[in-house]
C-alpha cells in the first residue's frame, strides 16, 4: 500500500506513514495501489485502475454524529436520513409510528434497540471503516 498524501510505501496495517505523519489514506495525492500520482477529485487511478480510497473526503459523514442519532433518535431512523438512506429511514420511521400504537410501544422499543446497536456499531468503527462502509459503499443494515 502506498501513502496517498506522499506517495511512499507503506505496511497495510500502518496507522500512521512513518515519511510524512499522516494516516495514510488521509491524502489525495497519489494511488493507495500503486503510488501514481492523482489529481485531487480523481475516483479511479489513470495508471492502475483502482477505486481511490479517501478518509473523510468532501461531504463525509460524522460517526460521531451518526452513532448518536443511532442511540438516541435510532427509533426514528434519523441516522439512516443523516447517511442518506431515505428508504430504510422511512422503514423505520413507518414501523415506530404505525406499530407503536397497536403494540403499545414494542415496536418502538424494537426500533430504539436496532438504533442503539447500530450507533454503537458505528461509533466503536475506525474514521476509515466507517467511511467505507457506511458512507463510500453504503452499508444501509448493521
Same mark, same amino acid.
Given at each position: 500500500m502506498f501513502c496517498r498524501n506522499c506517495g511512499k510505501d507503506v505496511p497495510e496495517n500502518a496507522e500512521v506513514c512513518v515519511n510524512c505523519?499522516?494516516?495514510?489514506?488521509?491524502?489525495?495525492?497519489?494511488?493507495?495501489?500503486?503510488?501514481?500520482?492523482?489529481k485531487e477529485n480523481q475516483e479511479v487511478c489513470t495508471k492502475c485502475g483502482v477505486k481511490l480510497k479517501s478518509s473523510m473526503g468532501k461531504g463525509a459523514k460524522s460517526k460521531l454524529v451518526a452513532g448518536l442519532l443511532g442511540i438516541f433518535l435510532g427509533w426514528l431512523g434519523?441516522?439512516?436520513?443523516?447517511?442518506?438512506?431515505?428508504?430504510? #429511514? =422511512? &422503514?423505520? +420511521?413507518l414501523i415506530s409510528i404505525i406499530g407503536g400504537l397497536p403494540t403499545i410501544g414494542g415496536s418502538i422499543l424494537v426500533m430504539w434497540i436496532f438504533g442503539l446497536?447500530? #450507533? =454503537? &456499531?458505528? +461509533?466503536?468503527?475506525?474514521d476509515e471503516d466507517f467511511?467505507?462502509?457506511?458512507?463510500?459503499?453504503?452499508?444501509q443494515w448493521f
Open positions: 505523519g499522516m494516516k495514510p489514506l488521509m491524502g489525495k495525492k497519489f494511488c493507495q495501489n500503486c503510488g501514481a500520482e492523482t434519523i441516522h439512516k436520513f443523516y447517511l442518506g438512506y431515505t428508504v430504510p #429511514g =422511512i &422503514i423505520v +420511521l446497536i447500530e #450507533g =454503537i &456499531i458505528y +461509533l466503536t468503527k475506525s467511511d467505507e462502509l457506511y458512507v463510500q459503499n453504503k452499508k
